[in-house]
């Protein structure tokens, strides 16, 4: 993908690496990212119709009342399997001390993972202001092994990265990029770019209120909690194509793949094959390699969120 650097000082971008946590593992030891340099960098455009996309959210709105009716409340934040209800806060919530670029083996990274999440925030912030929604801007959190929420528990690099609903804040670990290239064969740029887009399209799921409905649903629906599950996490994916959509001008040869081949490695039956364990589909939480790419790509083909629809039919 081409990009441009300088964002990391985005004010959205929070850098607490630098603060020590008890048991923080570190994610240093990657060299750098070759071939992400920057370059000419067309402005990126939606092809899509974005601007509708209030709409769908307040079908699935109306949609899940029916389906799951009952009252509202919080839930925990997602993709977090193991994180414990309870309060906390994120320490140096202003950029304590962030590492030195010239000392950061992760510079490029950290970059990059900027540029993604300020782009992504910026094409969601134009659509909402143009359907005329109001908006909250979503904030990155890069921490090393440990790391407290504002409201979704405290959290280990293990849980991998994820948004929490109640400070609007996506969670990462660069050394998750190392472990998807290493552990999950999910390599490229764009992989890590298709990660971040779906935990942004959990920032818009969260502002368009499909957050509230789901918790609510997991919360009565207990036999069919996974389902609703799998249904929410493959609209993150959808959101996430919807957005890759919108830099089409800056793709390179493979990114797409890279793209597809990231959300077929982290589909629960792969996952748990790769586990050594049978595949349960009752126990999914994400959905399969199979679906995660065609939603994806549902996403990417029609750069239209309101083609996101995964709560109504089959998925
Ligand atoms: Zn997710």
Redesign the pocket.
């Known amino acids: 993908m081409k990009w441009k650097r300088g964002r990391s000082g985005d004010r959205n971008v929070i850098d607490i690496r630098g603060a020590k946590k008890g048991g923080a593992s570190g994610g240093g030891g990657f060299g750098g990212m070759g071939g992400m340099s920057g370059g000419g960098l067309p402005i990126p455009s939606a092809k899509g119709k974005i601007g509708g996309f209030i709409g769908i959210v307040i079908v699935l709105i109306v949609i899940g009342t029916q389906v799951f009716g009952g009252s509202s409340g919080s839930g925990t934040g ?2 977090i399997g193991s994180i414990l209800a309870g309060a906390g806060t994120v320490p140096g919530a202003d950029n304590p001390s962030p590492i030195p670029a010239s000392e950061d083996p992760d510079a490029d990274l950290k970059d990059f993972s900027a540029y993604v999440f300020t782009d992504s925030q910026q094409v969601w912030r134009k659509a909402f202001r143009q359907d005329g929604q109001p908006w909250r801007d979503a904030q990155l959190v890069l921490y090393s092994g440990a790391v407290s929420t504002g409201g979704c528990g405290n959290a280990t690099s293990a849980v991998g990265p ?2 929490c609903p109640a400070d609007n804040r996506v969670y990462l670990d660069l050394s998750f990029y190392k472990d998807m290239k290493n552990q999950l064969g999910a390599d490229g740029d764009f992989a890590w770019a298709y990660v971040i887009a ?2 942004m ?2 920032h818009v799921q969260n502002l368009g209120g499909i957050h509230d409905e789901v918790a609510r649903a997991r919360r009565q629906e207990s036999e069919s909690a996974n389902e609703i599950s799998v249904r ?2 493959l609209q ?2 959808c959101l996430a194509g919807v957005w890759a959509s919108t830099v089409f001008n800056q793709l390179e040869p493979g990114d797409l793949d890279e793209a597809i081949n990231a959300s077929e490695a982290v589909g629960d039956d792969r996952l748990q094959s790769r586990g050594g364990g049978s595949v349960n589909p009752d126990s999914f939480t ?1 959905g399969t390699s199979a679906q995660r790419h065609h939603w994806f790509q549902t996403g990417f083909e029609s750069g239209d969120p309101e083609k996101c629809d995964t709560f109504s039919g089959d998925i």
Do not use: P, S, V
Request: glycine share 8%; no cysteine; proline share 0%.
């Open positions: 997602y993709d994820f948004y779906h935990e399209g959990h929410n996490e993150a994916d994400h």
